[in-house]
T-cell receptor, first 112, second 114 residues
């Protein structure tokens, strides 16, 4: 089973700050998912990436396959970014979405 | 609304009762996944379907749990003789395929067993 570690577990920042959330995993993969979960419980997929970098608005995700590490960055953070951010990976490199292993999440709070 | 929908959103039941959750995926999505999430933890895989075929079940899915997707569209997750340890958020997700498709999640069904 792929082991996933996220850091930090909790992060509080002032509005406008640059945010970095990290994810490390133990087994080589084909793709990694970054997800956002709001207090109501619903989950939104932010990125699915297998190499390099992806950008969507103020969100940037990077992955280093050799180092088994990914980061999620938020530029110009805003209180509405407050949520739990979760990374998820498949069990082995040949798998996509099946049997994803999820990290425990990083709880981000942005203070106005 | 063309997203993934789950019903009911909240269910409170007494220990020993049976409960059933329903998931309606995005209509053209072949893959449907069930996950369970307890407080403070990330979701854990339960089972998934390719069309109507249930391809894999986690060891977390005891004999009291059964999932179906009879016509390859909506899916149901039934828990028989509920226990307090079954209290969790049950999440459904769908994707157009298993390898390259982005996952789309429902809002979840929160179960509380008293």
């Amino acid at each position: 089973k792929n082991e996933v570690e996220q850091s930090p577990q909790n992060l509080t920042a002032q509005e406008g700050e640059f945010i970095t959330i990290n994810c490390s995993y133990s087994v080589g993969i084909s793709a990694l998912h970054w997800l956002q979960q709001h207090p109501g419980g619903g989950i939104v997929s932010l990125f699915m990436l297998s190499s390099g970098k992806k950008k969507h608005g103020r969100l940037i995700a990077t992955i280093n396959i050799q180092e088994k590490h990914s980061s999620l960055h938020i530029t110009a953070s805003h209180p509405r970014d407050s949520a739990v951010y979760i990374c998820a990976v498949p069990p082995i490199s040949n798998f996509g979405n099946e049997k994803l292993t999820f990290g425990t999440g990083t709880r981000l709070t942005i203070i106005p | 609304d063309t997203g993934v929908s789950q019903d009911p959103r909240h269910k409170i039941t007494k220990r020993g009762q049976n409960v059933t959750f329903r998931c309606d995926p995005i209509s053209e999505h072949n893959r449907l996944y069930w996950y369970r999430q307890t407080l403070g933890q990330g979701p854990e895989f339960l089972t998934y379907f390719q069309n109507e075929a249930q391809l894999e079940k986690s060891r977390l899915l005891s004999d009291r749990f059964s999932a179906e997707r009879p016509k390859g569209s909506f899916s149901t997750l039934e828990i028989q003789r509920t226990e307090q340890g079954d209290s969790a958020m049950y999440l459904c997700a769908s994707s157009i395929d298993g390898v390259t498709g982005e996952l789309f999640f429902g809002e979840g069904s929160r179960l509380t067993v008293l």
